[in-house]
């Protein structure tokens, strides 16, 4: 088992930052895939940013270029720093652990699909105002 507890959720006017972190304890495992999902009201759960154990990382491209996924395997701590936010990135935020994939050509990597994370945080809301 994996628990995952996230932290830094909270309010913030349109353009502004936010940290959230996710600290995981229990049988973690190096080469599990780590990422950060939401769901907002109404709407399906979506993988906003994912990272592999060598740091490899894919994002939504809707917060390319604004979000940036990071871990410390020493720690077992994973963080998404958001910058630039938008009222359409308010959702629950979920930090989750999962399937890795490995292929002779690109070792070892990470896909967002929400079916290949079985550990999932609490939640921490994130709300953007415009």
């Known amino acids: 088992q994996v628990q995952l507890v996230e932290s830094g959720g909270g309010s913030v006017q349109s353009g502004g930052s936010l940290r959230l972190s996710c600290a995981a304890s229990g049988n973690t495992y190096s080469k599990n895939c780590m990422g950060w999902f939401r769901q907002a009201p109404g709407k399906e759960r979506e993988g906003v940013a994912v990272i592999d154990s060598d740091g490899g990382t894919m994002y939504v491209d809707s917060v390319k270029g604004r979000f940036i996924i990071s871990q410390d395997n020493a720690k077992n701590t994973l963080a998404l720093q958001m910058n630039s936010l938008k009222p359409e990135d308010t959702a629950m935020y979920y930090c989750?652990?999962?399937?890795?994939?490995?292929?002779?050509?690109?070792?070892?990597?990470?896909?967002?699909?929400?079916?290949?994370?079985?550990?999932w945080g609490q939640g921490t809301q994130v709300t953007v105002s415009s």
């Open positions: 989750a652990a999962g399937r890795t994939y490995y292929s002779d050509y690109s070792g070892y990597y990470c896909l967002r699909n929400t079916y290949d994370y079985n550990y």
